[in-house]
């Protein structure tokens, strides 16, 4: 047992073996939802179709009001809570058990729905059957920082002891269901690629590295699969989409999580505008389905996500921002100066850091940021209309990268040509080879191919509300912690893309 696991309710475990009973039954109960019951009550004036009715309910106990001979306790399933009102008279064999119930055990309460004289949806006991004691007592409330760090650690507990996170959660299933609804709908065909990489390729990350020991051979832990998703494209799927966990060796903050899950998606026959136009919908449409509208609050700042968004090119964004032209190498690396980067060899490295130290805190978007210059776009198709810049955008919404998307270059001798440049960059997170099986599925043919890829979790934030990428995912990379950690405080009653 660890430091959480409290004596008295060790002891209390002991006591009811010794009594014969199991504190964790084999069998559950078919249970009916709270929520549903809640719902068919009524009220006392006027009652539902359900009230009077025995019904069966399970869920977790949270807390206890005990009256001598009526104890009133809230219990919460999945779908919502309800009060039990566990009475000596209905309850005449049960009742010297009560001193064994605690805050946090798992029960099943079968008993008659109805009211109390106040009015309050209650269901009245006749039959209590522990399903699971609980020896940790549960939180009481969390405070701070270093508790915050816990609720992450113990999402098991947060989920149904701080209020609002479980919904966070349902909403975050909610979107993943609407992205695959919305992908269906237009002939979009989900699939599954490699997690496991022989190559580094997708996006320019620093990745996780493994060892398989069978081949002999290191392998990567995907950045992205975008170079697998578009082999199926030479395949002839036509359009593919997957969400894909990703995982890149980067550092931890409030938008960032080395382990992450992404959206990708190509369509045959399409373009960079073609993926605007997926981009817009699918977000309007995600946003109207978990909220109710086009709108949402993000910071305290309210976003209506309703189509169509605003675009604005990369080249007049760091002119308007940065104060010189994104090719004055000269201008920009004086600008990177001023502002205090890291100085960097590769020039088009360093004036795409003067792009995100200048520019894209102010793109409170929703936005297109669109054509970006060809040399920071390996993957990307260059503009007819200019060869300086690719048919590249990304979405941005609140100063934050959700999207990124091209028109798929696929020229087997241009991209291989951009492949080699890479690799010679020197750059730690450009790949250390060419892959030339990519290069090879190019010369088959990919048709004129429109992709992007789109940061689920982060999608997730702007429409939950939620600040940080650790608020929707449901365990956040964290810091290992000692076993014996501080408890967490316990009740009064008892002594938390594509590149």
């Known amino acids: 047992m660890t430091d959480l696991a409290h004596p008295d309710r060790l002891q209390k475990i002991e006591a009811m073996r010794a009594a014969g009973i199991d504190p964790y039954p084999c069998r559950g109960v078919a249970a009916e939802k709270i929520s549903d019951l809640a719902a068919a009550a009524g009220t006392r004036e006027e009652p539902g179709p359900r009230a009077g009715e025995q019904v069966t309910v399970a869920g977790r106990l949270m807390g206890l009001r005990d009256f001598g001979k009526l104890i009133f306790a809230p219990l919460l399933d999945r779908t919502g809570r309800i009060q039990v009102g566990l009475q000596k008279k209905r309850l005449e064999k049960w009742w010297p058990e009560r001193k064994w ?5 798992l029960l099943a309460i079968t008993g008659e729905l109805g009211h109390t004289q106040k009015g309050e949806v209650t269901i009245w006991a006749t039959k209590v059957l522990l399903l699971a004691k609980a020896v940790a007592p549960p ?8 508790d915050k760090e816990l609720r992450y650690r113990r999402r098991y507990a947060d989920l149904w002891a701080s209020p609002g996170v479980a919904e966070v959660f349902k909403k975050r299933s909610q979107i993943l269901s609407g992205i695959r609804r919305f992908l269906e709908a237009r002939e979009y065909i989900e699939v599954e690629t490699p997690t496991l990489h022989p190559l580094l390729g997708g996006a320019a990350a620093k990745p996780f590295v493994t060892h398989h020991n069978a081949l002999g051979l290191d392998l990567f832990l995907r950045i992205a699969p975008e170079l697998y998703l578009k082999r199926l494209i030479v395949g002839g799927l036509e359009r593919v989409f997957e969400i894909a966990r990703n995982f890149r060796n980067e550092g931890i903050s409030q938008r960032h999580n080395p382990e ?9 026959q399409a373009d960079y505008e073609r993926m605007m136009e997926i981009a817009e919908g699918l977000t309007e449409s ?3 389905e978990v909220n109710g509208s086009t709108t949402t609050t993000f910071n305290d700042t309210e976003y209506s996500l309703a189509a169509p968004f605003e675009r604005k090119t990369y080249a007049g964004l760091f002119r308007e921002h940065a104060g010189v032209e994104f090719d004055d190498q000269e201008a920009v690396r004086a600008k990177a100066k001023e502002l205090g980067l890291p100085p960097e060899e590769e020039y088009w490295k360093l004036m795409n850091d003067v792009f995100e130290a200048t520019v894209e805190k102010h793109l409170e978007g ?3 940021v669109t054509d ?3 040399q920071i776009c390996p993957l990307a198709k260059q503009s007819s209309a200019d060869p300086r810049f690719a048919e590249r955008f990304e979405l941005f919404i609140a100063g934050m990268e959700l999207g990124n998307a091209f028109t798929e270059l696929n020229d087997p001798e241009e991209q291989e040509r951009r492949f080699e440049a890479q690799v010679a960059s020197r750059d730690p997170e450009t790949p250390g080879e060419v892959d030339y099986d ?3 599925a190019l010369e088959y043919g990919m048709p004129p191919t429109g992709g992007m890829g789109i940061g689920v979790d982060r999608l997730v934030m702007v429409i939950t509300g939620e600040s940080s990428i650790r608020d929707v995912l449901l365990f956040p990379a964290m810091r290992p912690q000692a076993k014996a950690d501080e408890a967490l405080p316990a009740e009064a009653s008892e002594a938390p893309a594509k590149s």
């Open 286 to 288: 995600l946003c109207r």
């Open 101 to 105: 119930l605690d805050g946090g055990d």
């Open 260 to 268: 992450f899950t992404m959206l990708e998606l190509y369509e045959a």
């Open 366 to 368: 929703p936005i297109f």
């Open 438 to 440: 990519y290069i090879q």
């Open 139 to 146: 939180p009481e409330k969390w405070h701070g920082l270093a």
């Open 372 to 374: 970006y210059p060809v």
